[in-house]
């Protein structure tokens, strides 16, 4: 294989590699934002005056 070819390759094999790196951030920056929400709704949806009553008859 000559020079230029082997540069070609490594030059496509280093763009690959960023992209894939670039995309697994964004993936990781996504599904890090779903957690907060999912927290932040799972606190928002605690309703603390429910519970603390009960009401029984027998």
Not at 6 to 21: E, K
Not at 22 to 32: E, F, H, K, R, T
Request: hydrophobic letters at 45%.
């Amino acid at each position: 294989m000559d020079i230029a070819g082997l540069s070609m390759a490594l030059s496509t094999t280093r763009v690959s590699n960023d992209v894939s790196t670039a995309v697994l951030n964004m993936s990781l920056d996504n599904y890090q934002d779903l957690g907060e929400n999912m927290a932040d709704m799972l606190e928002k949806s605690v309703m603390p005056h429910l519970g603390q009553n009960i009401d029984i008859r027998v």
